[in-house]
Nanobody, 124 residues
């Protein structure tokens, strides 16, 4: 299982960015895919999740209304469209994966597979 995140950068408040996560070594059709972020000095937090099996989508409060998670099965990739970015969105963003669980939804599973992060910096 390999995950490759990309698309980060330095932007200004109000700008948009689209993060990509390319998956290899497994089919995301059978996995929960998630985006997480870690700001300097803070713990890693979840941002958004999507189920490859049924397409269920989850957003944390920080992402609701501004971020959109999508998945492209043919490309085995997951994306995070981020709009109206704020300085507090500054963080290293990670994509993660874990097999779909019939017990736990994708927003509560423990993610075992992680990609390297991509830095997002939002200046005011």
């Amino acid at each position: 299982v390999q995950l490759q995140a990309s698309g980060g950068g330095s932007v200004h408040s109000g700008d948009s960015l689209r993060l990509s996560c390319a998956a290899s070594g497994f089919s995301s059709d059978h996995y929960c895919m998630g985006w997480f972020r870690q700001a300097p000095g803070k713990e890693r937090e979840g941002v958004s999740y999507i189920s490859g099996s049924d397409g269920s989508i989850y957003y944390t409060d920080s992402a609701k209304g501004r971020f959109t998670i999508t998945r492209d099965s043919a490309k085995n990739a997951v994306y995070l469209e981020m709009k109206s970015l704020k300085p507090e969105d500054t963080a290293v963003y990670y994509c993660a994966a874990d097999p779909v669980s019939w017990v736990n939804p994708c927003d509560v599973v423990h993610y075992d597979y992680w990609g390297q992060g991509t830095q997002v910096t939002v200046s005011s």
